[in-house]
């Protein structure tokens, strides 16, 4: 049976860990002593009914509220370091709406969310300013290659990210957190939402990230696809971590199916 006290093998080595995390809005305790941790070529599955704490979760872990407990980036205490500086240490995270630039073109948002990689200097700009429109060349290609990767057709790079189909805008909203040089990516109900197809692109891009050594924390209310691509699930309910194991683990513990399916008369 997993249990809420289970250590595993990567936690000396984890990219990402989070240790007794507690989030209180007054008097209201939305999330209480919880505490995991992702390797660099792992997916950590994170599920609950609706009001667990889940969200409250990847909250605390960027910083975004106040919080007690601590995180570590790659052994770096990183509990008080501002959430967009977060971001560019490679602590990255989607939400549960698309996230993008509704007045860009999709090729423009991708270029936007890996600007910071290839933008010149003010100097080079004023006084090269060939050497920048090569840097903005360049820029254009690996967001052309970025969105490849993420399985967005060449067809949808011109036009608006509202014109594109809904499962594209899924995609889309995790290539522009991805963007270049993410170590971890938390991701708030990708499948939010999908269906059919769409799901299975979005486990098999899900799958290529893990393959890059990304380590990939997934809050998700679809079960069949979180078991079938977790390589470890922590479950919440009210605020408390009840279990934490692998998929097969989690099927079979009570408390799990208490949560989801209420007590047996």
């Given at each position: 049976?997993?249990s809420?006290?289970?250590?595993?093998?990567?936690?000396?080595a984890?990219?990402?860990?989070?240790?007794?995390l507690?989030v209180?809005y007054g008097a209201l305790?939305?999330?209480?002593?919880?505490?995991?941790?992702v390797?660099?070529?792992?997916i950590?599955?994170?599920?609950?009914p609706?009001?667990?704490g889940?969200?409250?979760?990847f909250?605390?872990?960027t910083?975004?509220?106040s919080?007690?407990?601590?995180v570590?980036?790659?052994?770096n205490?990183?509990?008080?370091?501002?959430?967009?500086?977060?971001?560019?240490?490679?602590l990255?995270?989607?939400?549960q709406?698309?996230s993008f630039?509704?007045?860009?073109t999709v090729?423009?948002?991708?270029?936007?969310?890996?600007?910071r990689?290839y933008?010149?200097?003010?100097?080079?700009?004023?006084?090269?300013?060939?050497?920048e429109?090569?840097?903005?060349?360049?820029a254009?290609?690996?967001?052309?290659?970025?969105?490849?990767?993420?399985g967005?057709?060449?067809?949808?790079?011109?036009?608006?990210p509202?014109?594109?189909?809904?499962?594209?805008?899924?995609?889309l909203?995790?290539?522009?957190?991805?963007?270049?040089?993410?170590?971890v990516?938390?991701l708030d109900?990708?499948?939010?939402?999908?269906?059919?197809?769409?799901?299975k692109?979005?486990?098999?891009?899900?799958?290529s990230?893990?393959?890059?050594?990304?380590?990939?924390?997934?809050?998700?209310?679809?079960?069949?696809?979180?078991?079938?691509?977790?390589?470890r699930?922590?479950?919440?309910?009210?605020?408390?971590?009840?279990?934490?194991?692998a998929?097969?683990?989690?099927?079979?513990?009570?408390?799990?199916?208490e949560?989801y399916?209420?007590?047996?008369?």
């Open positions: 049976m997993a809420s006290g289970e250590t595993h093998r990567g936690d000396a984890a990219v990402l860990r989070v240790e007794s507690t209180q305790v939305a999330l209480r002593d919880v505490s995991w941790s390797d660099a070529d792992q950590l599955g994170i599920i609950g609706n009001g667990a889940k969200s409250s979760c909250a605390a872990v910083n975004a509220v919080h007690r407990g601590r570590f980036l790659e052994d205490d990183v509990s008080s370091v501002r959430t967009f500086d977060l971001a560019s240490r490679g990255r995270r989607t939400f709406q698309n630039f509704g007045e860009l090729l423009q948002n991708a270029a936007a969310a890996i600007v990689d933008s010149a200097n003010l100097a080079t700009s004023l006084f090269m300013p060939w050497r429109m090569a840097t903005r060349r360049h254009e290609l690996a967001a052309a290659q970025l969105l490849d990767f993420f967005i057709a060449a067809q949808y790079h011109h036009q608006l509202g014109d594109i189909p809904y499962g594209v805008q899924r995609l909203s995790v290539a522009l957190a991805y963007g270049t040089g993410a170590k990516l938390l109900e990708p499948a939010a939402g999908l269906s059919g197809g769409d799901m692109k979005l486990a098999d891009v899900l799958i990230l893990r393959k890059r050594k990304l380590a990939l924390v997934v809050i998700e209310h679809h079960m069949d696809l979180i078991m079938s691509i977790a390589d699930i922590v479950m919440i309910d009210q605020g408390v971590m009840l279990a934490t194991g998929p097969a683990e989690i099927q079979r513990d009570p408390l799990v199916r949560a399916l209420g007590r047996d008369e």
